[in-house]
């Protein structure tokens, strides 16, 4: 079986020979090309290429199409953009200084005209002709709740939220998620089958459970209008399990990519056979774990997950100063112990 | 007296119901307490109990966090144009994000907690150079340097607080001025501080703020 067909049962409960391995090797690929991040994120073929590059030398299932999550911004109008030589870019420029700039705000009207569009394209184009037919090709969304993070920066984000006008809130949440209706149907069209929608205001540990309920469930409905087979819900590594239910019931999502801090036992429990349990290690660790501690928490994980079936074993962000010898480690565990 | 504005202000705060809270604060003044009580007897209390409650429960949330710093900060801030007589600080921190950093949530919600208990804050801001948080700690003359990170390689990274370290080190500063960390990547790996170079962290910034007042007591009394 494919990748791809792995991945497929493993959502769908169906026989496979062993459970989907997900390894999200993003701000690598610099290195791997021997470029610095600016130069390598300047060019959509870059990106591809590192990507085929990391797939062939790991033999992990999957491949992302971004390149870092302030392309959102940039879309949107930010200027800036501070790359690092070790770790992720940062949005540098807030498109909205202040309150009032959110009546003025305009979403492009067609967001695949737009200069910062071409790169995901060219490198969606590269992936889905190189392996869009045996392997998960990964795209990344921002809800409509969270994309104002990267318009005004987190903390007059949550200022607006929880003591603001509720209008202007609802004004900006609104323009976000048009953005994304156009966005989503786009990276389909370009070559992305796995949509991956980080919500960090869909989980817990950002805003109480009340709120996301009657606010950020409604909005998420809106932004995934298009359909939600291929999407997988994820809260940008922030814990979720009591949300679960709600989202499944709600937006009818099947693939939940959960938190490194919630308990996967109680995670696998809750979406049972109604959906994908993606299990995260906490690759943060794995930074100064050894050989040996890097396997044994991938058993542990895959112990928990594996039995059922609907599950998947994934990173987080891996961090560049993950040893490659632990990356080695992890995967080969992770084929060794995911085997049915 | 106390405990019933402190349990209704709480509560308000929890529901992030800023406007109750405002009430509650403006109950108490016309009850005839003094801006000194609202402060030390009210505003105090409260975020010592919410930073047991936070402790015990996992569950609370960023929010909640958010808005025990923003409103108890911005009470504290009317409260102390009214004293009588200017409080006594209790001592200094200079704060700020790493280098390569721009992400302040984190460092807002500790600077409104440490504001409220007395604690003179120096915000150095976002993306601070090592040199500048040590040339501020020695000029302020500051106990303690928090720096925030919301990504690991400004956690771990050879610019930030490991080379805040190298720097007291270097400066034979290390048993004037403490150095405490927070922020997303010190979660996932609770020794991450002591590879950060860090004397201590916290997994929120209510927390923070605890931990930080109370190395400044310690450096003090040594």
């Known amino acids: 079986m494919t990748p791809l067909e792995i991945l497929s049962a493993a959502v769908n409960g169906q026989p496979a020979p062993r459970i989907p391995i997900f390894c999200n090797l993003l701000d690598q690929g610099a290195r791997e090309l021997n470029l610095s991040p600016k130069e390598y994120f300047s060019r959509g073929e870059y990106v591809a290429d590192a990507q085929l590059k990391m797939l062939k030398r790991y033999g992990h299932d999957n491949v992302w199409s971004l390149s870092y999550v302030g392309k959102e911004a940039q879309l949107l109008g930010c200027k800036e953009i501070l790359f690092a030589k070790d770790g992720v870019p940062n949005v540098a420029d807030f498109v909205i200084k202040t309150w009032d700039d959110i009546a003025d705000f305009e979403i492009p009207e067609d967001i695949t005209l737009h200069p910062h569009w071409q790169s995901m394209e060219d490198c969606l184009a590269i992936l889905r002709d190189e392996v869009g037919a045996t392997h998960p090709i990964c795209a990344y969304v921002t809800a409509s709740t969270t994309l104002p993070v990267l318009l005004m920066g987190m903390d007059k984000w949550m200022e607006l939220v929880l003591a603001g006008p509720a209008d202007l809130r609802d004004e900006l949440v609104r323009k976000c998620s048009d953005f994304i209706q156009q966005q989503i149907p786009a990276l389909r069209a370009a070559g992305a089958n796995v949509i991956v929608y980080s919500t960090p205001f869909g989980s817990p540990y950002f805003i109480p459970k009340k709120m996301i309920s009657e606010w950020s469930m409604p909005w998420m409905q809106r932004d995934l209008a298009s359909g939600v087979g291929d999407v997988v819900y994820y809260c940008g590594t922030a814990p979720y399990n009591n949300i679960v239910d709600l989202a499944i019931e709600q937006l009818k999502v099947a693939a939940f990519y959960l938190s490194p801090l919630d308990d996967i036992t109680e995670s696998k429990r809750i979406i049972n056979t109604r959906g994908l349990t993606c299990g995260l290690i906490d690759d943060i660790k794995m930074i100064h774990w050894s050989k040996e501690e890097t396997r044994a928490e991938v058993k542990r994980i895959i112990n928990i997950g594996k039995n059922g079936e609907h599950f998947l074993f994934g990173t987080g962000l891996m961090p560049m100063d993950i040893p490659e010898e632990n990356i080695h480690a992890m995967l080969e565990a992770a084929f060794e112990y995911g085997r049915y | ?222």
């Not at chain 2, 119901?17 to 509650?24: P, R």
């Not at chain 2, 801006?35 to 007897?41: C, G, I, K, R, Y």
């Not at chain 2, 009470?75 to 102390?80: F, Q, R």
């Not at chain 2, 290390?174 to 609770?190: M, S, T, W």
């Open chain 2, 1 to 222: 007296m106390f405990e019933t504005y402190i349990k209704d202000y709480n509560e308000a705060v929890f529901d992030i119901d800023k406007e109750t809270a405002l009430e509650v604060v403006e109950s108490a003044l016309q009850q005839g307490i003094t801006p000194e009580q609202v402060v030390f007897n009210i505003i105090i209390p409260s975020i010592e109990q919410m930073m047991a409650l936070i402790e015990k429960d996992p569950d609370t949330n960023l929010a909640q966090h958010f808005m025990t710093a923003q409103i108890a900060a911005g009470i504290t801030e009317t409260m102390l144009t009214k004293f009588s007589t200017p409080p006594e600080v209790i001592g200094r921190v200079i704060i700020g994000t790493a280098y390569g950093d721009l992400h302040s949530l984190g460092k807002r919600i500790v600077i409104g907690c440490l504001k409220s208990m007395m604690v003179d804050v120096v915000d150095l801001g976002v993306n601070v150079k090592a040199e500048d948080f040590v040339d501020a700690a020695v000029e302020q003359d500051a106990q303690v340097i928090a720096i925030s990170s919301m990504m690991v390689h400004t956690a771990t990274g050879e610019d930030g607080s490991l080379r805040v370290r190298a720097l007291l080190n270097e400066r034979n500063l290390e048993n004037q001025i403490k150095l405490v960390v927070g922020g997303a990547p010190y979660r996932f790996d609770h020794e991450l501080y002591t590879k950060a170079g860090a004397d201590n962290w916290a997994a929120d910034g209510v927390t923070a703020a605890k931990i930080i007042s109370q190395l400044i007591l310690e450096v003090k009394a040594s």
